[in-house]
Every structure is written in structure tokens, then in C-alpha cells.
């Protein structure tokens, strides 16, 4: 698979571009600055011209290396946003395409990829949606380490789900983003943890608003970790929700197999999914006979799978926390979910 050029200019300079990735061997990806958070991780290098840097600037991506500056002229300020965000080179553009050839090669080799991230959303009100994710957390965190982020201000907590609510460690209120670069491995050490599950969420009675540019400040350091990234989103769209669910690799959408779940569901997908590539989660049972693939018809997101009530699950949470049973049916659909995000993080 050819290595991937993530352009961020005018269209002006696409051809110019072009050429040159193509002259070096790369498949061009046309990006837009505003929500690029994905292939900004993924590429292998960037092309950003000074229009692209200033909303850059303002995203706080991490920093990451093979990002260059181009231009059609000698653009001082493109050239000093560049520099703030570490780009390798800046070139004008068609006169030195020589130059960036040669840059675009010297910047293909092999490097880390980021692990995979999802975004699991209820589509109504106790979809299960919390369960899910811790579910899909701690199946992950069998052989990976794995960043859980609670991000659901009306849930209950990701860390009274495990069980952690009473262990020291970071919470929302105790990071800030402003800087833009959180250091992954010190943010794995410092939050509460269950076996190779790390989860940051509120802190028990804080109402205070999420930031967004913290929130993405954290999941860039868990992914350039190498952290799998389960995040419970919530139903509210807003900057944070957008930011999690423009950086996963695909969303699970979770719901309950009844009409009035169905209702509130297409209007959730509507308002926070739209065409982004989304499967659904369907927990039984239906009490009007509903199958699960009616209700991913009528919802209108592809079926990934349904289960079954699981018995004294609750109590089990009460008691000591998640803990998941090798062949329940909240296993299975854990289980489901990390297969395809396996299969995500290799694209």
C-alpha cells in the first residue's frame, strides 16, 4: 500500500502538488483543515499551505513528523505558522518541486502507526451505550493498552463502571490542553487504571463543561502512545463530541430493539453521525417482536450485531465492577467491536 500524502492547500496548488507525490511514490489524500484529525495521524506526510496552518494552529494538532509548508510565493507568515507546528521544510511551489520531491522521499520510511480508536454513542437514554464501552475497553486491553475516555457528562462514570472511582489519578479537571502536546506515556501513569485499561473521565459531582481542546489534547497523546482509544461520547453533539468522532475510525451507535428506541435513534444518528462510516448495536430483547436487523434497517446504519441481557450484570457492577464473562453476550458484542477495529487500524 503506497504511502499517503495528506494535502491541506488551495486548490490552487493541487496540481503542483500532485506531481510531486506522485513523482515519489504517494497516494494523495485531499484533506480539510478543519477535520483532518484522522489522516493527520495516518499519513505519512502533509502538505499544508498558510490558509491550512492558521486553522491548524487553532486545532492544536500533536506535532508529527513529514508536515511541510507550501505556497504559490514567499508567504512569510505560512512559513513562521509552519515552524510553530514543526514542519521539516517549506517550498515554493511549482519553482521548487525538485526540492520537495526529494523531501517527500527522505520522509519514507517505516513508522509507528497509531492504534485504533472508536466512538460509541447511545442512541437514546439507556441504550447501554457506557456499558459497551467499558465492555470494549477491557476486551482491548487483554493485549493492547488501551485509553478509555468518558466523555458522557450525563452518564454515571466510566470509573464507577470499573470500579476505580476511589483510586487516585487524573481527572478531567485536573488536565489541560492549552498547550496542545500531552505526553501519552506520563498520561497512561497518571490516570486510574484496571489491568492495562487507563480511563479519564469527570470527577464525582463536577459539572464543569469538557474542553474541547483538552479532550483532543488526550486522545492524540493516548493514540501517538500507541493506546487503543475507546471513547463514550454521549449524546450531545458539540466540539468535544465532533473531535472524538472525526478522530475514530468508526463509530458504534448503541440502542435497544423497540419503536420508540428506533425514533430516538435516527434522530441521534442524524444530529451526531451523519455520513461518517458508523455500525449499530442492537440489545435485546424486543418487546414488540423487533429483530435486530429490522432495527438497523429502520435506524438506517449497518448492523454489527445484537445481545442479549446479560442476568445479575448489574449486581455484578455494583458489587466490584465490570468484570466480563469469558462467553457472555456483552463479551460477544466487546468481542465484535474490537474485530473491526482491528481490521480499522490496518487500513
Known amino acids: 500500500?503506497?504511502?499517503v500524502l495528506l494535502v491541506l492547500t488551495d486548490p490552487?496548488?493541487?496540481p503542483d502538488v500532485a506531481r510531486c507525490a506522485a513523482a515519489t511514490g504517494y497516494a494523495v489524500v485531499i484533506g480539510e483543515p478543519s477535520s483532518c484529525r484522522h489522516d493527520w495521524l495516518r499519513a505519512t506526510a502533509v502538505a499544508a499551505d498558510a490558509e491550512a496552518l492558521e486553522a491548524l494552529t487553532t486545532l492544536r494538532p500533536p506535532r508529527r513528523p513529514g508536515l511541510v509548508v507550501v505556497g504559490a510565493g514567499d508567504d512569510q507568515r505560512g512559513w513562521q505558522l509552519g515552524m510553530a507546528l514543526g514542519a521539516q521544510g517549506g517550498f515554493v511551489l511549482p519553482d521548487e518541486e525538485s526540492a520537495l520531491v526529494s523531501a517527500l522521499s527522505e520522509f519514507r520510511r517505516p513508522v509507528r502507526r497509531p492504534a485504533g480508536a472508536v466512538a460509541v454513542i447511545g442512541g437514546h437514554g439507556g441504550a447501554g451505550a457506557s456499558t459497551l464501552a467499558v465492555a470494549v475497553a477491557l476486551t482491548a486491553g487483554v493485549s493492547d493498552d488501551v485509553l478509555l475516555i468518558d466523555a458522557d457528562q450525563a452518564g454515571a462514570g466510566a470509573d464507577l463502571l470499573l470500579g476505580v472511582e476511589e483510586k487516585s489519578g487524573l481527572r478531567w479537571a485536573d488536565v489541560t490542553g492549552e498547550t496542545g502536546v500531552i505526553s501519552g506515556p506520563a498520561l497512561r501513569a497518571a490516570l486510574p487504571r484496571v489491568g492495562r485499561v487507563s480511563v479519564i473521565g469527570p470527577a464525582r459531582d463536577d459539572v464543569s463543561p469538557l474542553r474541547p481542546d483538552t479532550?483532543?489534547?488526550v486522545v492524540d497523546a493516548g493514540r501517538t502512545a500507541g493506546d487503543v482509544v475507546v471513547a463514550d461520547v454521549g449524546r450531545e453533539p458539540g466540539p468535544s463530541a465532533s473531535g472524538l468522532i472525526d478522530t475514530a475510525d468508526f463509530i458504534v451507535v448503541v440502542t435497544t430493539a423497540s419503536v420508540h428506541a428506533v425514533a430516538a435513534t435516527r434522530r441521534t444518528a442524524a444530529r451526531m453521525v451523519g455520513d461518517r462510516d458508523a455500525v449499530l448495536v442492537v440489545r435485546g430483547p424486543s418487546p414488540g417482536g423487533l429483530r435486530a436487523r429490522d432495527v438497523a434497517d429502520a435506524v438506517g446504519i449497518p448492523l454489527l450485531g445484537g445481545y442479549r441481557p446479560e442476568r445479575s450484570l448489574s449486581a455484578r457492577c455494583e458489587a466490584s465492577g465490570l468484570r466480563?464473562?469469558?462467553?457472555?453476550?456483552?463479551?460477544?458484542a466487546a468481542r465484535d467491536v474490537c474485530d473491526r477495529l482491528?481490521?480499522?487500524?490496518r487500513r
Open 342 to 345: 482491528t481490521v480499522g487500524a
Open 215 to 217: 479532550v483532543l489534547a
Open 1 to 3: 500500500m503506497s504511502d
Open 12 to 14: 490552487v496548488l493541487h
Open 324 to 332: 466480563l464473562r469469558r462467553r457472555g453476550p456483552l463479551t460477544t
